[in-house]
């Protein structure tokens, strides 16, 4: 069998918002891929969330284990779950038994009620679960307005059950941990760790092939702490990030790390020069132009570390 691993060293280029959905048979984006024996990914678009790509910009995992399926992500609406479990079901008769939302994001979390359907258990941080207590109408109604009718079905199901540090799992061949590792991108970012198979499945901490976002709540520092004192400690071989294709450290270092600690820099300099807001959504940041979504959230990013920087 042939496993994706051989394409870590993807480009960007190979991930363009300006490709058209690339299994129309299903409302996923790609049919998932085996990334290492018992490990598929179905990766999303590189672009934001539009009626087209149904909402799967983000990577939809799932671990055939032996004894059971663990997915990891809800996916972005009921009838995109479903399309997940179908494609889950053509590869095995392994029932699934868990299901993790990496994050309270919408993609991550508002396929849930397709799975609690199932009477599938549902994990996260509780941070995680939090947001979706405080934002989640507002987050399920967002996508409702670029989904239209492909969220049909689609109600709001927080997380079943949370944790606070670490979710351990001992299922069939596979030692699966959910690890809070500190704060990141968004409220409760967790990564799913195989340490037998040296595969992270990062989430929303590691990105690759096209810009992260930098929300309101994304504290760039926090997120560098985070990466160097214990993500980078995984050393972990094979990466499958939030977004973008499988790959490994190096590259999501490049694209995550480096970018933040590079935009960091840019706007440090902004303000030891007497630089205003106006003017720090301007900064260079030519050397990640080429990335997917740069267009979309560039000048929004320098604009946000600039406000944080600001008071730090």
């Known amino acids: 069998m042939r496993w994706l691993i051989p394409l870590f060293l993807a480009t960007a280029a190979q991930a363009s918002e300006d490709i058209a959905d690339k299994y129309p048979a299903s409302l996923l984006y790609n049919k998932p ?8 990914s179905a990766i999303g ?3 934001p969330p539009t ?14 284990t032996g004894d059971g399926v663990v997915v990891v992500n809800g996916g972005a609406a009921y009838r995109l779950a479903k399309a997940l479990h179908d494609e889950i079901k053509a590869v095995t008769d392994q029932p699934v ?25 549902i994990i996260a941080h509780r941070d995680a679960a939090q947001e979706v207590a405080d934002y989640g109408g507002s987050i399920l109604e967002g996508m409702k307005r670029y989904n239209r009718d492909k969220a049909d079905g689609t109600v709001l199901q927080g997380p079943t059950e949370t944790f606070d540090d ?4 001992e299922m ?5 941990e959910a690890l809070y590792l500190g704060p990141a991108h968004s409220p409760g970012d967790i990564v799913i760790w195989l340490p037998q198979q040296s595969l992270v499945i990062s989430g929303d901490m590691a990105f690759h092939e096209r810009m992260l976002p930098i929300f309101e ?22 990466v499958i990030p939030g977004h973008g294709h499988p790959t490994n450290m190096a590259q999501v270092r490049r694209y995550t790390r480096d970018y933040l600690e ?30 997917d979504t740069f267009e979309e959230l560039a000048t929004r990013n320098a604009g946000r570390v600039f406000e944080q920087m600001e008071f730090e």
Do not use: C, M
């Not at 891929?33 to 598929?40: A, F, K, L, T």
């Not at 670490?166 to 799992?169: A, C, N, Q, T």
């Open 166 to 169: 670490r979710y351990i799992v």
């Open 217 to 238: 709540h994304t504290y760039t520092a926090d997120w560098l702490e985070t990466w160097d004192t214990e993500f980078e400690a995984l050393e972990a071989t094979y």
């Open 97 to 121: 038994k868990l299901v993790f939302n990496e994050n309270g994001q919408g993609h991550a979390v508002l396929g849930n009620n397709y799975w609690a359907e199932q009477g599938v258990p």
């Open 262 to 291: 590079y935009l960091r820099t840019k706007i440090a300099e902004h303000l030891e020069n007497g630089g205003d807001l106006a003017e720090a959504y301007y900064v260079d940041q030519s050397p990640y132009a080429h990335l």
């Open 51 to 64: 009626y087209e790509n149904s909402g799967h910009n983000n990577n939809l995992s799932f671990i055939v």
């Open 45 to 47: 678009a590189t672009a």
């Open 172 to 176: 069939g061949r596979f030692r699966i």
């Open 33 to 40: 891929v085996e990334v290492i024996p018992g490990v598929y």
